[in-house]
């Protein structure tokens, strides 16, 4: 199956600005629909700490961070309140709930849609802490 492309045409000046715009918005909402996604996909709240998070004050968080080759699907992303964010880091899931372990439990109780090998991941850092 060959897919016609349509030439590409230069658009008029004010025609490219209206077009930047309306990514830019598209963007935007996208962003956000994501973060209400999440949002509700974590309980409504920070997945660390456990405290209830209004969305204004909520952080994504790549539970496999990004600089890592963590991905952006819904199953590596997570809600945070930013403090939680800032500890994380670019720590990998298993080092941050090996160091904190009550931040696992509730990753584990909060974070429903994730990877299930981040949950096997965590569960096992999260025993591993405890038993030490
Ligand atoms: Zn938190």
Redo the contacts with the bound molecule.
Sequence with gaps: MSRHRAPRIPLPRAARRVSRRIRHLFRREHKRAVKRATMRDCCRR??????P?ALDFATIDHVFPLAHGGDQSPGNLVV??A???RLKGDMLPQEFFMRYPHAGQNFLAYARVVHRALKRGAKRAVSLALAA
């Excluded at 920070?46 to 405290?51: D, M, T």
Aim: a neutral charge; aromatic letters at 8%.
């Design positions: 920070c997945v660390y700490c456990g405290a998070l945070a309140c403090p939680c964010n």
